[in-house]
């Protein structure tokens, strides 16, 4: 591993992106600056839908990084997996099974922080809301299966806050779909237009390496290793006869057929679009033999914006450098000890350097609070830390001060982030307690699982007595939310699932809702925030309301103030 990270340093030192020159601040502020630490430092989510590779990927990228020693990457994946499976299980003892974490490792002098996306069942709001929190984005897709539901969703969010997103096209190594192919895929069905840093030889399941554009290299795919080795490459022009004798006509010509169509019909690499969200640039590569990770994560550092501020109320904007401490609060979790009650705070520090035990103000309650145990986490462990730098993840012990969308700040007792957005519900149960006698422990699991931001609660508003509904993202929500009451309220709930899928906000909160022409099947509400919002069963309803009532305009997601 050592050897391997030598060879990874030396590579990356000649590596030459157009991106490097036009990103890379210059000139480069003194070593040990909080210029320097912000500009060493990326943060970003992967997204991607279950089973496309992304713990085999994060894995991989940890292994680059020298986090995960040892000898084999076969060794380190199953002893990863065993370590991820143990932590869920505790977790799930606990009523937890919704779990992300925050992984950070070096590599040749950059400082990474991957933001772990829930997936799977455990897909929730919380998924959602860590790309708050994240400055880019890797979107990995299975290259026989395109973009499928749950990438979707999650390049939606990226989009609405307008991060640069880069795609991995992953299990190479098998067939996959046409590569052009993919690309007007990403393109129909994601709306965002692409740049091939590298090209995919053989995709029937005869893969035979990728052709990197921009340095005229082709990495040959040996397979079989497990990527423990660096994979062979043949620097030459496309066109190059020697290139054709080392492939093999029927792929030389293929490749050069290709790459011409590319250079002809193809985007150019635009970094401003890439940065600004529009373009993605596309790489090929297999994550379980380790295929293009190398490649990809160089590319990746050096292409990928460090962190750049947040937008504060009043049009401000807090910039990572200058501006002293601050961050905000994007997840929680709670009762690590039931004993306890006490919950863990993710904050994503926006700007400056955080020190242990710093006094910092919580713009909320106007009050001040020292951050003594400040946490990092590296896989399942955590360790306390001293000090840590704007791009940051740290996790905050907290007795129940802190909620989702806080802001800290170190100087401004009025410094307060621009809201977290809301994500709308997909799936909604109506929930009682089983034991009247329990009413006021079953209110306050209710109101303490809403503040986390693992349920919504919804009010029925158009039947005069008020019922309680309660939305999730994800259907393991209810599951969670039904063990947690019990386990950590000592209350048993009786759940009737509802067939709405789709909640929306009234945008002219003035409306009376009963004034509205709705379907039959359409249920008027209000949200925690007594803001009105409509549950529809389809989309069917959401288009007729629109359609029955003039300048009705509908909110799918709502930011809190
Ligand atoms: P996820 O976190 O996105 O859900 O996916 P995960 O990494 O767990 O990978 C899902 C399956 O896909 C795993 O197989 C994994 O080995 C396989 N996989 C990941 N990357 C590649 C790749 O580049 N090529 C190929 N051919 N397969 C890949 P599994 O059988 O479910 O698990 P395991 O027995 O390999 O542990």
Redesign the pocket.
């Known amino acids: 591993m050592q050897e391997d990270n030598e060879i990874l340093t030396e590579n990356a030192e000649n590596i030459q992106t157009p991106a490097a020159a036009t990103i890379d601040r210059a000139p480069a502020a003194p070593a040990g600056s909080i210029a320097a630490q912000v500009d060493r430092r990326r943060t970003f989510a992967i997204i991607?839908?279950?089973?496309?590779?992304?713990?085999?990927?994060?894995?991989k990228l940890l292994l680059y990084g020298g986090a995960i020693r040892l000898a084999g990457s076969v060794k380190a994946?199953?002893a990863t997996?065993h370590a991820v499976s143990d932590w869920m299980d505790i977790e799930k003892q606990r009523g937890i099974s919704v779990t992300s974490s925050v992984l950070q490792f070096e590599y040749d002098n950059y400082c990474i922080n991957i933001l772990d996306t829930p997936?799977?069942q455990d897909f929730s709001e919380d998924t959602y809301r860590t790309l708050m929190a994240a400055d880019s984005a890797v979107m990995?897709i299975?290259g026989a299966k395109g973009v499928e539901a749950q990438t979707l969703k999650l390049f939606h969010v990226c989009k609405m806050r307008g991060i640069p997103i880069f795609t991995f096209i992953?299990?190479?190594?098998?067939a996959a779909k046409n590569p052009f192919d993919l690309m007007q895929e990403l393109e129909d069905v994601l709306g965002i237009k692409s740049y091939a840093m590298n090209w995919p030889i053989g995709t029937d399941g005869d893969f035979q390496g990728v052709y990197n554009r921009r340095e005229r290299q082709v990495e040959l795919y040996e397979g079989g290793n497990h990527g423990q080795e660096q994979a062979k490459t043949i620097t030459a022009a496309v066109d190059d006869p020697e290139l054709g004798r080392q492939l093999g006509s029927y792929y030389h010509d293929r490749l050069v057929e290709e790459i011409g169509l590319l250079d002809m019909a193809g985007d150019e690499l635009d970094i401003d679009a890439v940065l600004a969200g529009a373009q993605t640039p596309i790489f090929f590569?297999?994550?379980?033999?380790n295929?293009g990770v190398k490649t990809f994560l160089e590319h990746f550092i050096k292409m990928a914006p460090c962190p750049h501020g947040k937008e504060a109320a009043g049009e401000v904007h807090v910039d990572p450098v200058s501006t002293p401490f601050s961050g905000f609060i994007f997840k929680i979790q709670a009762n690590m000890n039931p004993a306890h009650r006490d919950r863990l705070a993710f904050l994503r520090i926006t700007s400056g350097k955080f020190e242990k035990g710093m006094e910092v103000w919580h713009t909320r309650t106007g009050r001040k609070i020292r951050l003594t145990q400040p946490t990092q986490f590296m896989a399942q462990e955590r360790t306390i830390i001293d000090e840590a730098y704007a791009g940051d993840i740290i996790g905050l012990f907290d007795t129940g001060l802190l909620g989702i969308g806080d802001t800290l700040s170190v100087d401004n007792q009025n410094l307060r982030f621009e809201g977290m957005p809301v994500f709308p519900s997909e799936h909604f149960a109506r929930v009682q307690y089983a034991d009247a006698m329990k009413r006021k422990q079953f209110q306050k699991g209710i109101e303490q699982l809403s503040e986390e931001g693992a349920i919504q609660v919804f009010k029925q508003i158009d039947i005069g007595v008020e019922t309680l509904i309660i939305g999730a993202v994800g259907v393991l929500q209810f599951e969670v939310l039904e063990h947690r009451l019990k386990g950590e309220y000592g209350v048993e709930i009786r759940m009737q699932q509802l067939p709405y899928h789709y909640a929306r906000w009234l945008e002219d909160q003035s409306i009376d809702p009963h004034d509205l022409t709705l379907t039959s099947s359409t249920l008027r509400a209000t949200d925690r925030d007594g803001s009105k919002v409509l549950l529809f069963e389809n989309e069917w309803g959401i288009e007729w309301a629109i359609d029955k009532n003039k300048n009705l305009k509908l909110l799918d997601c709502k930011v809190e103030t």
């Open positions: 991607s839908h279950p089973d496309a590779g992304k713990t085999t990927m994060t894995e994946r199953k997996k997936g799977h990995l299975d992953n299990k190479m190594d098998r590569g297999s994550a379980m033999t295929f």
